[in-house]
């Protein structure tokens, strides 16, 4: 086989990258031509849990230090560029810490060269379970692998990793409710959820991306067995109103729309600020929905602070970062007279389910509070 070559728009998530267990696997192609693999995440329940902290207090920035929190993570950033920097200004490639993923690499382990087996078109019943798990500690997620940014959906980011951890962390706080996944991309946060939440809208745009999303709720059906249905829809950001057609598919019935307005209390947004119009995008519609809900809500948010090198400003910036948090400042500023947001930064230092490498990760909630009382 040919050495596989990326093109300069290719994005691949080290999720995937970093993945040399042998489970991966290529199961399909999928409607528009690209391989699909199947890869199994193992949840680490019990004495296998990372306990990443111990003090849940220490987590969590008080909301009086909100106002400062621009000019400080500004200042943070610009100490964290520093330290990265050689006398010279050079770029000074910084090791990361071991993380529990990194296992010793056998020789076999080591993978230069995607060698995918295809086991079967269209089913995954060839993928022999890991004799040691019990299917119930496995996610089963289709996804393909280094794609254009257009179909970032179609892997899974770490920012996925982070919220499920927090859900199966917090599952007390989510058993029963109703929750809007937006930008759901493979659906893993979704099925995390699935296994407390009633109902799990599992939202995202692109009939391919929703039919892969779809298949992975229904891989993962042992899992959320014991909690509650999951609903892929469609929901556009670029979209003002929720597509009702009932001849497109992934459209809402009128009884989703009415029970998503009237039960959601919580919404998950995993890793979907890289793009500054879609973050725009993404805040308008957290505003729209928000507005029209019945109950008050949090809204869940993780993001990677992806540091890049701009030539407008001839530095390494963390261009889509800043633009979300300067999003979140103008967020909680709005005073419609019915609705208060305040948002509070998570520190990632809850027990880790899923075995990845947290580094760079933020996640932050916003919650509701009812002007109106
Ligand atoms: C980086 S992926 C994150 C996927 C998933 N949440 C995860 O963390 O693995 C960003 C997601 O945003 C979705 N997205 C991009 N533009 C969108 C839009 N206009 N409306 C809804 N979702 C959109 C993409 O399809 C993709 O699934």
């Known amino acids: 086989m040919e050495a596989i070559t990326f093109s300069k728009d290719t994005v691949l998530s080290d999720i995937h990258l970093r993945i040399h267990h042998k489970r991966q696997l290529m199961v399909r192609l999928n409607a528009v031509g690209q391989p699909v693999f199947q890869t199994q995440f193992k949840i680490l329940w019990g004495n296998n849990v990372v306990e990443a902290a111990s003090n849940k207090e220490g987590n969590r920035v008080g909301d009086e230090q909100e106002s400062s929190l621009s000019r400080e993570t500004a200042l943070h950033d610009v100490q964290e560029l520093e330290a990265l920097l050689d006398e010279d200004g050079d770029l000074e490639v910084q090791r990361r810490p071991p993380t529990p993923s990194d296992k010793p690499e056998s020789p076999a382990c080591i993978r230069d060269v995607v060698c995918p087996t295809i086991l079967r078109i269209g089913s995954e019943e060839n993928c022999v379970e890991e004799a040691s798990c019990n299917p119930e500690d496995v996610v089963k997620i289709e996804h393909t692998m280094a794609t254009p940014l257009e179909d970032v959906g179609k892997q899974i980011w770490r920012g996925a990793f982070l919220l499920a951890d927090y859900i199966l962390w917090q599952q007390d706080l989510f058993r029963g409710c109703t929750a809007l996944d937006l930008g759901a991309g493979t659906g893993f946060t979704s099925v995390i959820m699935a296994t407390v939440a009633k109902t799990v809208y599992c939202t995202d745009v692109g009939e391919d991306l929703l039919d892969m999303c779809e298949r992975n709720i229904s891989l993962n059906k042992g899992l959320t067995k014991t909690g509650g249905q999951v609903k892929v829809k469609e929901l556009d950001w670029l979209k003002n109103q929720l597509c009702r057609d009932p001849e497109t598919l992934y459209s809402w019935t009128e009884d989703d729309v009415a029970d998503l307005y009237d039960q959601t209390t919580v919404i998950l947004a995993a890793d979907v600020f890289y793009d500054d119009d879609l973050t725009d995008a993404l805040f308008k519609t957290l505003y729209r929905i928000t507005y029209a809900l019945t109950r008050l809500c949090t809204?869940?948010?993780?993001?990677?602070?992806?540091?890049?090198?701009?030539?407008?400003?001839?530095?390494?910036?963390?261009?889509?970062?800043?633009?979300?948090?300067?999003?979140?400042?103008n967020f909680v500023k709005i005073d419609n007279g019915k609705l208060k947001w305040t948002a509070t930064e998570i520190k990632p230092v809850f027990p880790q389910f899923f075995s990845y490498e947290r580094e760079h990760l933020v996640g932050w909630f916003c919650f509701s509070t009812n002007l109106c009382k």
């Open 299 to 329: 809204i869940y948010l993780s993001i990677e602070r992806r540091f890049n090198f701009t030539l407008r400003y001839m530095d390494i910036t963390c261009d889509a970062y800043n633009h979300f948090r300067n999003c979140l400042n």
